[in-house]
C-alpha cells in the first residue's frame, strides 16, 4: 500500500485520537480495551488473555509491543464494529506465494502492529506433531513473529499470525531448514487436508496421508507459483463420514470405501441387540439404512443386501465392533465442491465410483488424473472461475471428454429430465457403452485368474 | 535484483509426513484398528486388532495460541502423555497415551490450566472459526471473540453427551464463509450496497474483474467527478461482498448494517442421507461485541430444541427432514419470511412440488 493510500484509507476509517497511548519517558502505555477484557471472563479459555501474556510477560521487547499494539487495533475494531487490515505483496524469496500480507490502515495509531502478515505453513499429513517439533516452530516464531499461532485455519494450514515483511523471510528460512514448506494463497494449489485415517480410525480404507502427500508433492510448483484460474483444493477422508468435508469444501475429493461385503461379526450383533435392546436396534440401525439394505433376524443376527449396500456408514458407525468394511478398498473420487462464490455452492460430483490404490501404478494413475483435471481446467477455466464452476458452464460431458474419461451411472442421481437434447449419435455411443461393459469383464477375469 | 540473490533458495519439500511424528501405537498399528469404544466424554479408545489399545483425551482450547500456551500443551504433553499430539479438523488438540491408568492424570492436568476436555461423540463440538477482525483484510466481525464468548455459554455441551448425535458449529466474517458447512452456521450477512469512495477506485481497483466477480452484474464502469470509477446498480444488489475483496474502496462493511445469519443443517456426512448444504433459519441478528448476546440466544435455542425433539443418531438436517420445516420455526420460535424462499439459479428444486404437508 502506498504512503498516498495509507493516508487516504486512515482519514476514511476515522481514528478517534484517544487510541493514542499516552507514552512515559521509556515505557510503552498500555491501550485501555474494555471490551476486549470481558472476553477474559468465562469458563472457555481466553484468547485476549493469551494475547496480554505476551504484552506483558514475554521477555522480548518486540513481542510486547506487537501484542499491545494488536489489542489495541482490535479494540478500536470492537468498538466501531470495522476491520482495519488491508492486503498487499509480501513474498519470500523464490516463491509468489504463501504469505498473506496485513498491513494496518490505522498504523499510524498502532505502530508496532502495523505490518502483522500471516504465514500459511503445510502440517504434516493427518495434523500429527511431537511435543518436540511443536516446541522448535514456536522458538523460531518467538525469534520473528508475534508469538501467536493457529492449529489450523480453514483450509488447513499451520497460520503463523503476524510477522513483518522482513522477518517473514527469516522466519520461513528457519523452519524451511527443519523440513517444513508454505501453503498456498491466490490462484493456486493449496494446502491438502486428510483426516487421522489409519493412524487411528477402524473405518479407514485408504492410505490418507500416503494420498495427501502424493498428490500436494506433485504439484508443489503450482502450490508455490499462482498461475491456475483459481483456488485448487485436495481433501482425503478414509471414509464416507468425510471427516474432512471433501466433498463440499474441496475441488478433488478422494474418500476412502470399499467393493465387497461388509463384514459382520454375528456374535457382536447379539450382543449389541441383548445391551440395547431390539427396539433399539431396528429404529436405530434397521430403518435408518437409506436404502433398506439391512434387516434383523430371528435369532438377532444381521442380513445384509450388500448389492444394495451404498456404504453410507451409518451401521459401521453405530455398532464399530460388530461391523467392519470390506477388503477390497479403494477410493471414489468427487469433483468441483466448493462454497457461495461467484455461481452458489456446489457439492463434488462423482468422477470415478471406483479407483484401487494399492501400487505405485495405482498412484501414478490418480497423479495423472490430477494432472489431467488441472491442465484442462486451467485451459478453459475463467478468471476466479472455481473448476466445479466450470464444469458447470461447459456441462459434465464436455468435460469427460476434456480429461478423457468415460460418462459412468454413478456420476449422476438421475438421467436426463429435459428432452431438449440432439441424441444423432446415439448408436455410437450405445456401442462404446457395451465395448467397455464386455472389456470390463474381461479385466475382471484376468484380474481373478 | 542483485541483492534477491544473496537470498536462499527454498527447499521446495511440501507437506511433511506425518508418520515421523505419530505414536509409537499408532506407527505400530497403522491401518490395522478393529474398533473403538467412549469410554467417557471427551476420551476415545481405539482397539488394533493384535489387541493393543490406545487412548485419546481431546481437549478444547483458544485456537488463537501465544507461544506459553502452546508450550503449556507441551510440557502436560510431556510430562502426562507420551509426547505425540494431533489435532483435529476443529482445531482441538488430542494427546494419545498407551495406557488407560494415564488418562485419568491427564485429564486433571488439563483441566487444571484450564483447558476443557471433551467434544467427542453426541456433544457439541468446538466452533469452527475464522480469521476476523484480528488478522482478515475483509471481516465483518471477529470471529475468535465470537467463539469464545459462544462457548462460554456451550461449554458444558461440550463436555458431555446431551445432545442426538453431534453438532458441528461454524462461523463466518463475511459471505465468503470461510468457516463452511456445519449443523449449525453463524455468519456475517451484509444488508446494504458497498459505499463507493470514487477518489480511490481508479487507482486501487482492477476495473474489469471487479464488474466480472459480480454475481449478478450489479456493476459497471462509469465517470464518477471525472474520474474513472464503478457504479453499482442497487436494485439489483444482492449485498454479498464480492466485490470488496478486489476494491477495497467499494466498503460492504457497515458499524451498524453489517449483521449475523444462522444457518442450520449443513452435514459432511454420507451416513444415513447424502451430504447437505445449509439453510437459512434466521438473519437480521445484530453484530453486537463483545459477546454477540443475541446470536447466541438463538444458537441456544436451537440447540435446546433439538436436543428434546429430536431421536438418536439424527444429525440436524435428519431431523428437519422427519419434521419438516413448518415444525422447525414453531418449536424454535423463529420467523418464516419471504427472505427463506430462494430465488437462485436451482430454486424450484427447493419448493414443495407435493402434497407432502404435514398437519
Known sequence: MSKEQEETAKKASGTPEKAVPLSREGEREHFETPMLDDLETGPWPSFVTGIKRLRDKHPDDRIQGVANSLLGQLEHSYETRKGYWKGGTVSVFGYGSGIIPRFSEVGAQFEESREFHTLRVQPPAGNFYSTDVLRNLADSWEKWGSGLITFHGQTGNIMFIGASTENTQHFFDEINDFGFDLGGAGPCVRTGQSCVGAGRCEQSNCQEMKIHRTLLNNFVDDVHRPALPYKFKFKVSGCANDCMNSIERSDFSIIGTWRDDIKVNQEEIQSYVKEKGRQYIIDNVITRCPTQALSLKDDDTLEIDNRNCVRCMHCLNVMPKALSPGDDKGVTILLGGKRTLKIGDLMGTVIVPFMKLDTEEDYERITELAEEIIDFWAENGLEHERCGEMVERIGLVNFLEGIGVDVDPNMVSDPRVSSYVRTDGWDDEARKWFEKQRQNKLDQKAATA | ?359
Open chain 2, 1 to 359: 535484483m542483485a541483492e534477491a540473490m544473496h537470498h536462499r533458495s527454498p527447499i521446495e519439500s511440501g507437506c511433511p509426513d506425518g508418520m515421523q511424528y505419530m505414536h509409537p501405537v499408532m506407527r505400530r498399528n497403522y491401518g490395522n484398528w478393529d474398533y473403538h469404544e467412549d469410554p467417557q466424554p471427551g476420551v476415545l479408545k481405539h482397539v488394533s486388532k493384535n489387541g493393543e489399545a490406545i487412548w485419546t483425551v481431546r481437549v478444547g482450547t483458544q485456537r488463537i495460541l501465544d507461544v506459553f500456551t502452546l508450550r503449556k500443551l507441551c510440557d502436560i504433553g510431556d510430562k502426562y502423555a507420551d509426547g505425540h499430539v494431533r489435532f483435529t479438523i476443529r482445531s482441538n488438540l488430542e494427546y494419545m497415551v498407551d495406557a488407560e491408568e494415564k488418562v485419568a492424570p491427564l485429564i486433571e492436568a488439563v483441566e487444571k490450566e484450564g483447558f476443557v476436555v471433551g467434544g467427542t461423540k453426541n456433544s457439541v463440538a468446538y466452533i469452527a472459526h475464522t480469521q476476523g477482525w484480528l488478522h482478515c483484510d475483509i471481516p465483518g466481525t471477529d470471529a475468535a471473540g465470537v467463539v469464545k464468548a459462544m462457548m462460554d455459554e456451550l461449554i458444558d455441551e461440550f463436555k458431555n453427551w446431551n445432545m442426538p448425535n453431534r453438532v458441528h458449529i461454524t462461523t463466518s466474517c463475511c459471505q465468503i464463509n470461510c468457516g463452511g458447512q456445519g449443523d449449525i452456521a453463524i455468519n456475517v450477512m451484509y444488508t446494504k450496497p458497498p459505499k463507493i469512495n470514487h477518489d480511490l477506485v481508479s487507482n486501487v481497483c482492477e476495473r474489469p474483474s471487479v464488474v466480472a466477480r459480480c454475481p449478478v452484474a450489479a456493476i459497471r464502469p462509469a465517470q464518477v467527478n471525472g474520474k474513472p470509477s464503478l457504479e453499482v446498480d442497487e436494485k439489483k444488489c444482492i449485498c454479498c461482498g464480492a466485490c470488496y475483496p478486489p476494491c477495497p474502496p467499494m466498503q460492504i462493511n457497515d458499524a451498524e448494517h453489517t449483521k449475523f445469519s444462522i444457518w442450520v443443517g449443513g452435514n459432511h456426512s454420507n451416513a444415513r442421507g447424502k451430504p447437505t448444504f445449509q439453510k437459512l433459519v434466521a438473519a437480521g441478528i445484530p453484530n453486537n461485541p463483545p459477546r454477540w448476546p443475541e446470536a447466541t440466544a438463538i444458537v441456544k435455542k436451537i440447540l435446546r430444541t433439538y436436543r428434546d425433539d429430536a431421536k438418536d443418531w439424527e444429525r440436524l438436517n435428519d431431523w428437519v427432514e422427519r419434521i419438516g420445516w413448518p415444525r422447525f420455526f414453531e418449536l424454535t420460535e423463529l420467523p418464516f419470511t419471504k427472505y427463506h424462499i430462494d430465488d437462485w439459479k436451482g430454486a424450484r428444486s427447493s419448493l414443495n412440488a407435493s402434497t407432502h404437508i404435514r398437519f
